[in-house]
């Protein structure tokens, strides 16, 4: 992954159209070696995951170009590289893991639920409303704490929903949009050789959080 990382810190201070062409030979080199990792990282899932036997790390992958036509932020490129695994894919609509590998520390494997459609979200709600003991004892394994913490709050509402005692003891989970936790990752984790399995071990740690949010949405 060095070699990921060496031209990911290039490409932040050169983020432009002509170094890009002129060091194109460096980024295929990159890709392929990003690739060649999420097969393996793969490979160790599906010893927990035996449904993610279809997908294929290629697909996985998320483009490095930039969608900027309606961004004033015009850097055609991203400075990471991501994937996403879950049964369909990268992450769409289901609970599944998510890798971002970004230089200056700032890598991180993430997992859980990104926003749902209304319909299925009204479903977890219902699901942590009816079964949030089982949710908190997830939260309270010391592996998961140190690992995760609690959910990301980024994207959530201001007031417990509509059908919701305000004074909900779980209000605070009630009110999230997306169902997610975060490990973050330095550098020097993401240059180390076991890095493949430090990675698989984490979306297994995410897996029973995954578990109660399929059966929620089933």
Known sequence: MKQVLTFLTKLSRNNNREWFEKNKASYIVAKD??????GEVLNE?????????????????????????FSKDKRPYKTNMGAGFSPGGKLIQ?????????PGNKSFIAGGLYMPESAVLSKVRQEIDYNGDRLKKIFAQPAFKKN??????????KK???????????????????????RQLSDKQVSEKGFVKLAAATFKGIK???DFLKEAIA
């Open 33 to 38: 070696d990003f690739e060649e990792f999420i």
């Open 160 to 182: 417990v929903p509509k059908g919701y005692d305000p004074e909900h003891p779980l209000g605070e989970w009630l009110k999230l949009k997306s169902f997610i936790v975060t």
């Open 45 to 69: 899932t599906l010893k927990f995951e035996p449904g993610y036997s279809h997908l294929q790390p290629k697909k996985l992958i998320f483009r490095i170009y930039r969608d900027v036509r």
């Open 208 to 210: 029973p959080l995954n």
């Open 94 to 102: 289901e609970p599944g893991y998510y890798l971002h590998i970004e």
């Open 148 to 157: 995760f913490g609690g959910w990301d709050d980024f994207d959530k509402l």
